[in-house]
């Protein structure tokens, strides 16, 4: 059975060199699904009693601790990994962490210890990253609009870093990766990290955090396991940190540099970050976790008109904030889960805000889950669906009255036009990976055994249909709209391979292909019907991933 996998996973490699979605690698936040998985499927023993609404190295380490057959030692985890990813022609990345949207191969290296002596908690967790980075396409805009990439810089690029290459050359980085050191005790644990966070309960996107971009420093102070009480069970988690702002610049920005009055010099002051969130499983009813998390960054060293500097708990400071509400609804006999995700940019996002205001910016997430146990339940198949809309529901929040051709408000999810980096660490977001004013929709068929697994995933993403619709709008036709056939849409389909041939070495190998119709919002025509592809704007890219890790107590029931 090993030779047939090692021969399989040889194919898969060999393939890739000749061409060269969501990821597969084996970051300890995507592990974590194995252990939600494990909830789900033997749930009536509460073997495992977390929310998943809040996911990282600490927490996947700490789970997998318990169910450790030997939790008295004091090296709790090891590990050694390898990631490698290549694209064909875009950058195509999502929740990767460290790892860049690139053309071309990118590797990263990890290895990591974790290990507990009395109530001292560390885990020295480095990463290494080598990018090819190979140039992209040469990209000038709607070539029938003159001020088309003005208007896109003027509402999206100068509100936000979100890049989609990073220099021209090589990048050889290395950074402090899923590292942290801290005290833990019984309820609480507190300390200092640079591990990638995931708050709410989406598998594929999230409103505040997700993994989609590097870590960031920040100090910590979560609930270890969920705290009992009269009323049920609580976990939270607070943290206070520094965001790190890209050397890199918009590799488009001489396109705007022509207008020099356009040109916008974002603010370099070092940005902090504060969030909370607090997650509930009432003691009514057991299967449901309830989730609320608030979030805001804002320069550090900004001052008031008295020329005084700002205190942690100023209210008048210029700042960016995210606030969201979430829930987790499972079905232990059926091996199923509900879940969702809805906030506000820009706002608390307190229960009545979402009916208070008749106009509310409201992002959301909902997915499903379901178990299909086969046989006695030593394997199953897992079907997720998930969706997720970012786009503003009402144009009143794109256009500027009475000037619809000028371009649009940066009013999307994720931009600001005081935090001039917008919802970024070190040029990538933080947030839902599909970005601001974008739509996602994903089916997931996988065939599991422990770590054994065997999938398809689909997933259409449509990309910033608000700044879509601030470039394509027309006033004068009878829909009220126009171009509808300008929508950058991508198609992504998904195969992979993953397995464990030995005890504790993890393997997978996934290939993807990306459709990406009238890529960047750009039709260009080639004498095809008005809905028909066309050959000179679509984009076509194959993205392959490997993927290889040893962690020590791997072994999921």
Known sequence: MVVKFVFIFTILIFISKWNTAQNNFFDEIHLMDYQRMLQL???????IDNSFLIRSTSSFQHIQNRLNSKPKNIIKSLMIGYDFQNNSLLPQSMNDGLMYPSRGWQERYSIGINFQLGILDINYQPEKLVVQNIPQEYYAGNPEDGNFMFKYFGMVANNIDHF???????????????????IKTKF??????????????????????????GGFRHYYLNSVDPIKTNIGNFEFSAISGTLDTTRFTDIDQELLNVCQPCKVFKNLDQRKIDAITVNWRPKWVPNLYLGYAFSRQYYANTKNDYDQTYSFFSKDRTQQIIGSMMFRFSL???????????????????PWKFFKDKNPRTGFIFGANKLFLIGKGRSYLNLNLEFTQLQLMNPENIFYLGSPFVGGQANSWYLNKNIKQGWSNNG?????AIGPGSNGQSFNLSWHKGYNR??????RIAHNN??????????NSESGYGYYNRYWVDINKKVLLQFMPIKNLLLSASFSNTNA??????????GSLYDEPSKFSDKFNQQFQLSIKYLLHAVIK
């Open 428 to 432: 990538q977001l933080i947030g839902a």
């Open 517 to 526: 119709m009238n890529y960047r919002w750009i039709r260009i025509e080639d």
């Open 41 to 47: 499927k033997e749930d009536s023993t509460r073997i």
């Open 454 to 459: 065997i999938g398809i995933v689909i997933e």
């Open 164 to 182: 989609r290459q990073f220099g021209f050359e090589r990048i050889d980085t290395t950074s402090f990766g899923q590292s942290r050191i801290g």
């Open 466 to 475: 608000d700044f879509y619709f601030s470039v394509y709008y027309s006033p």
């Open 188 to 213: 609480l644990t507190f300390g200092y990290a640079t591990e990638n966070i995931w708050w709410g309960p989406g598998r594929i996107n999230s409103l505040i955090f997700t993994n989609n971009a």
């Open 332 to 350: 232990p006999k059926d091996h199923a889960e509900f879940y969702g995700e809805f906030g506000l940019p820009d706002e608390a996002a307190y």
